[in-house]
């Protein structure tokens, strides 16, 4: 079956699944008002700072506290709304967006939010003061002005007109925090909960429980549905068995196929489970600057020996990694088309052939006996599969490459010195924007998140090119010059893509299945039917 | 008494000072550090000037001595630093987490305590017989499986015969006592087992040697019954040795407990240990080690204390 | 129902050796459990050293399409999530057992039976040092101390192996070897012989293995057998961790890890037969460690 019908296949499958849980749209039935959703996080956050986080488990507990300028609608992936703002204006001839916002909007503490609360939380994103991190700099790289107009408007000046910056606003991460206390503490938000958004801050006893309350005066009418939150420190096989014994509610990051059906085995219609692509894949990155890999028709060898086809369908069949796919999330609005990919180096449909070639290239580089170690994070254990999954694949063609599964600390300095020389990478995009999701493949300089220690101007030049193209067949055909120069060159490889399987008890509704891991986190439209 | 304390807590403090020195030297070889981590975990890509700014800001970036210095004053002032993952106290996440891991400690040394003075003076009464065999075998199988497999067994057992789970949370001691046991009681068991293998051997064979000591011959001439010797004394008697074993199989326990708390999700100082470990938290486990190594000091010292307690022969020197 | 305190003498299991004449019935009718652990190591070593001509498939071989399947007569024990089969698996598992446990114990005893001797013999404030050194140690938890090294030491392999976890299990077994080693080289350095042998002027060196080594080799062979056990089952607890052997070198406790239990529901034997056989292999080594210490000290109680 092809990639296209296999995902059809799954999506209709997933709906199939909702639909006989019970599991209903937030628009079919009428909310209820009341009760506690339970749910599990894998990991403490760091701190509480939203600017400096990166965490999804972070976001879990953080988004409900917040809002933000604009957000994905509820129910509508990949829409967007204001949530904050009540109405904007894009200005392409004086490259501004002015947002108005809304009146009456009022912090935990009762002050009210103005359009100077969220000027100083996108001042301190796009320029942190000292002893600030702003962990997505990048995205903030085109904004040149922000004005709070007056108490209600803010406009934002840009350099260049590059749409993905609308998404920008929209991203859970962009929290807006109170101008009165940054004022007088920049760094306030690392220790102390304070936002707008529909519940409020009770308690976090580490390593085991974060409460929350509902907030009254939310500019939601109506909203929270809930009266509270309760995430629990957990992750593996507890959280399989918690859902199971009905002790939480869910995990919003998901479970395995196995727990899935094993949830489906004891619980049967008292569990909803939906499934699909996720926007994670993993990659594997070779250090150009060093030998072997410095060689075009090493690293494109090693790239046409990997059967992503044929891997993804076994693979998928025990573990999340489901879907073989470029840069782009597979059967998304901006990926190939199958026909396309298997035009485009590794991602061909022969894989005899494309070994046979592999094997050709090495011994044309004098690579023959080929043997390196492959630098592989040691967790999730999904990423240590993936390792095995491509010393495997490798030795096909004869080359002997070594899984060296490393603590995360030694493989995250590895791979921002360069110490490596091949390195396994995961990347979870926050949502479908190619000029975001780029920025993993571009020049090593260009880029802090592209970690393949290459230049290459041209990709370099179709990233930028496209980020600014409007018309989108045109940006479609960039899109496509830049992925198949980049395999050609195989600088770094995306291989398999993810499935996310989102097990929840049929009582929790009212929340979005979507591709990301970071979306609807803030619990404000769903509910317990309870 | 007082003097006997006193030299006895005198003589802890070099050790621990050793302990304490060891631990930190042994942490500095690593390369590549919590910082890094922290700002990357999933997807993120700090720049290096972020990194060292970060390093800079932990203090991490002075000479070795230096941080090793200003490490020892703080002990003093039970100041165990500051946590690079979160930048809380130390002793302020160890603090939190303490209690659970003490009271599964405690919970599975009155369940192995429970099993093995019965268990151990049974199979020692009545050594040879069917019984005596089969509390051996009970003891072997103590020894012989992984705590933390048996546990996840008996947990999957539990859920899937009565759909029972321990309770989430953080119960509290004085607050709901019953809600604290029902979430403590299957780790307790798993290692409490293993415990109590080693218990019911030294019960055993201390009872069969305390059948054959001249006083228990001399009552039995006398014409005492066998209950009233059995329970007056060769139990007090074969107690002391088990006692001694409870202190030196401590440690044991402490190294169950760390695997366990991950089995169970308790939120204890063990998995508060393996996760910094995987995030070379260096200040954390320092931090947890010398904790550990003063619980188990003090653990040692209130057996000998016990020991001395029960038996008026020993003179504490 | 025995009366408990009937005179006649007990020939139980752990305390004595019966007055039975001849190899075969002193130690092994005499010592049936340690018997039967001896003849359990001596297969299990057999096994290891042959993994690669019994094992039916190479167990690093992956078959997505054979995934979790069920033990059947094409894989007696079933396969892993990856189509590996479990057989395979468990037999190189007890490769990497064996050679870790062995390893890190023979490390361990061996430095720490050297470290105990030298600190009896040689006095003045080396022996001070040692002492103290051996005290910390001591203090640690061994699975705390074996994680401390872990985490400092990182991953070191060497054909496969990592060194360094062998070295961290070894490290809490040196104070404990150290300290048995160095009481019994105590009594033994103040029996007159030893004195008579230096006023004789034979060489230290002479002297220690001539006189000190044959008392000592008893209890090291014991503490050796038993701390393979605690070797192990401290390498089974890391792997199970995530921080001793790591992917695709097979051990029993990494089988157990991450994804493992929620398989089980469905697939009980992913879980079963590692735990089953780390017990096995546990259960071998203390009956025999057990059997060894009585057959060479039958004066020792049976305690520890």
């Known amino acids: ?530 | 008494m007082i003097r006997y304390l006193r030299n006895r807590l005198l003589l802890a403090i070099p050790t621990l000072l050793g302990v304490a020195t060891l631990i930190f030297f042994m942490l500095n070889v690593l390369p590549g550090d919590t910082v890094e981590t922290m700002l990357r975990a999933e997807g993120g890509s700090p720049s290096v000037e972020l990194v060292a700014a970060e390093r800079a800001r932990l203090g991490l970036d002075r000479p070795l001595l230096v941080q090793y210095g200003d490490f020892l004053t703080g002990l003093v002032t039970l100041d165990l630093g500051h946590s690079h993952w979160t930048g809380k106290p130390v002793i302020e996440e160890v603090m939190l987490r303490l209690p659970i891991t003490l009271e599964v400690a405690v919970l599975s040394m009155i369940v192995a305590i429970a099993v093995a003075v019965p268990l151990g003076t049974i199979a020692g009464l009545y050594q040879g017989s069917s019984i005596d065999y089969a509390i051996r075998i009970f003891a072997i199988g103590g020894i012989a499986l992984p705590s933390f497999w048996f546990g996840m067994i008996i947990a999957l057992v539990m859920l899937w015969s009565f759909n029972w789970l321990p309770p989430l949370g953080s119960p509290s001691l004085m607050k709901d006592p019953f809600r604290l046991l029902q979430q403590l009681i299957l780790p307790a068991i798993a290692v409490g087992y293993r415990y109590s293998a080693i218990l019911i051997r030294m019960m055993r064979s201390s009872v069969i040697d305390a059948l054959h000591e001249d006083y228990v011959r001399t009552a039995r001439a006398k014409g005492l019954r066998v209950a009233r010797i059995v329970w007056r004394h060769v139990v007090p008697n074969s107690l002391l040795p088990t006692i001694t074993m409870i202190g030196l199989e401590f440690a044991l326990l402490i190294g169950s407990l760390v695997v366990i708390e991950q089995v169970f999700s308790l939120n204890g100082i063990g998995r508060l240990f393996i996760e910094a470990v995987s995030r070379s938290d260096f200040m954390v486990i320092q931090g947890i080690v010398i904790v550990l190594t003063v619980i188990f000091i003090a653990v040692n010292l209130l057996v000998d204390l016990a020991y001395a307690a029960i038996d008026p022969r020993i003179e504490l020197g | 129902m025995r009366n408990p305190f009937a005179t006649t003498v007990s020939d139980g299991l752990w305390t004595e050796a019966p007055r039975h004449s001849g190899f075969f019935r002193r130690y092994v009718l005499g010592q049936p459990l340690g018997a039967l652990g001896f003849a359990l190591i001596v297969a299990g070593f057999a096994v290891s050293l042959l993994a690669p001509f019994i094992a039916p498939y190479d167990p690093l071989v992956t078959d997505y399409g054979n995934a979790i399947a069920a033990p059947s007569l094409s894989h007696w024990l079933g396969t892993d999530s990856f189509g590996r089969d479990l057989f395979s698996r468990i037999l190189y598992g007890g490769r990497t057992a064996f050679l870790i446990g062995v390893s890190a114990s023979f490390v361990g005893c061996t430095i720490g039976l050297f470290v105990g001797i030298a600190s009896a013999y040689i006095r003045g404030w080396i022996e001070m040092i040692i002492e103290r050194f051996l005290e910390i140690l001591l203090a640690i938890p061994t699975t705390v101390l074996a994680l401390v090294l872990v985490s400092s030491l990182g991953r070191n392999l060497v054909y496969g192996i990592d060194l360094n976890l062998i070295l961290a299990i070894a490290l809490p077994i040196i104070p404990k070897m150290a300290r048995v080693a160095r009481s019994q080289a105590l009594t033994i350095r103040s029996q007159s012989y030893i004195d008579a042998a230096v006023t004789l002027g034979f060489s230290d060196l002479r002297i220690i293995f001539r006189h000190m080594a044959p008392n000592i080799t008893g209890p090291y062979l014991v503490l050796l057998t038993a701390f393979i056990s605690q070797a192990i089952l401290i390498e089974a607890s890391l792997s199970y961790l995530g921080l001793g052997v790591t992917e695709p070198t097979p051990s029993w406790g990494l089988m157990l890890a991450g994804n493992a239990f929620n398989t089980a529901m469905t697939a009980p034997w992913i879980v079963i037969f590692p735990g089953v056989a780390i017990a096995v292999v546990v259960f071998a080594f203390s009956m025999f460690g057990d059997a060894l210490r009585d057959a060479l000290d039958p004066k020792a109680r049976a305690d520890r």
Not at chain 1, 198 to 221: C, E, I, L, N, Q
Not at chain 1, 479 to 489: M, N, V
């Open chain 1, 1 to 530: 079956m092809t990639l296209r019908k296999n995902l059809m296949m799954a999506l209709a499958a997933g709906a199939l699944l909702v639909s006989a849980a019970g599991g209903t749209r937030a628009e079919d039935a009428a909310p209820k008002v009341g009760g506690i959703l339970r749910y599990a996080v894998s990991d403490d956050p760091a701190n509480f700072d939203c600017h400096s986080a990166n965490h999804f488990a972070a976001l879990m507990r953080l988004a409900p506290h917040y809002s933000t300028l604009l957000r994905f609608k509820p129910g509508a992936y990949p829409e967007i709304e204001g949530d904050l703002a009540e109405s904007w204006q894009a200005d392409p001839a004086s490259l501004t967006y002015t947002f108005k916002i809304r009146p009456g909007v009022k912090f935990h503490d009762g002050t009210d939010l103005s359009a100077k609360d969220v000027a100083t939380t996108y001042e301190r994103l796009t320029f942190p003061p000292d002893g600030v991190v702003s962990e997505r700099l990048e995205a903030f790289r085109q904004i040149e002005k922000i004005e709070a107009v007056d108490d209600h408007t803010v406009r934002f000046k840009l350099k260049e007109w590059d749409t993905s910056v609308l998404g920008t606003f929209a991203s859970p991460w962009n929290c807006v925090y109170s101008a009165a206390l940054l004022a007088s503490d920049p760094t306030y938000p690392k220790e102390k909960v304070m936002g707008s958004g529909p519940f409020v801050f009770s308690d976090f006893a580490a390593g085991s429980v974060w409460t929350s309350t509902k907030f009254d005066g939310y500019f939601r009418k109506g909203q929270p549905y809930l009266d509270g939150l309760e995430s629990y420190t957990m992750e593996g096989p507890a959280v399989v068995n918690a859902i199971q014994a009905g002790q939480i509610h869910t995990d919003f990051r998901g479970v395995s196929p196995a727990g899935a059906d094993r949830l489906k085995q004891s619980l049967g219609d008292k569990v909803a489970i939906e499934s699909g692509p996720s926007l994670t894949h993993f990659l594997v990155t070779f250090n150009s600057e060093k030998p072997p890999f410095n060689d075009e028709r090493v690293r494109r060898a090693l790239n046409l020996a990997i059967d992503r086809w044929g891997g993804a369908k076994g693979l998928g069949k025990t573990t999340e990694m489901r879907y073989a796919g470029g840069i782009f999330l597979p059967g998304g609005q901006f990926a190939a088309t199958e026909e396309e990919l298997n035009k485009m180096p590794g991602f061909g449909t022969d894989i005899e052939a494309a070994r046979a070639e592999a094997r050709k290239l090495l011994k044309e580089a004098g690579q023959e006996n080929l043997s390196f170690d492959l630098t592989v994070r040691n967790g999730p254990p999904i990423v240590v599969d993936f390792g095995i999954f491509l010393v495997d694949q490798w030795r096909q063609i004869g080359v002997n490459a070594r899984n060296v599964v490393v603590e995360t600390p030694p493989w995250a300095a590895a791979l921002s010195e360069g110490s490596f020389t091949a390195i396994v990478d995961i990347y979870s995009a926050l949502r479908e924007e190619p000029t975001e999701q780029m920025t993993k493949y571009v020049s090593h300089d260009v880029s802090a998140r592209s970690a393949g220690r290459f230049t290459d101007r041209e990709l370099d030049k179709l990233w930028h090119d496209q980020a600014l193209e409007t018309d989108p067949a045109k940006r479609k055909a960039l899109l496509r010059a830049f992925e198949t120069r980049l395999y050609e060159k195989s600088y770094s490889l995306p291989v398999v893509w993810l499935e996310r399987t989102v097990a929840m008890n049929a009582a929790l509704k009212g929340w979005t299945f979507n591709p990301s891991n970071f979306l609807y986190l803030d619990q404000s439209s769903t509910w317990l039917d309870e």
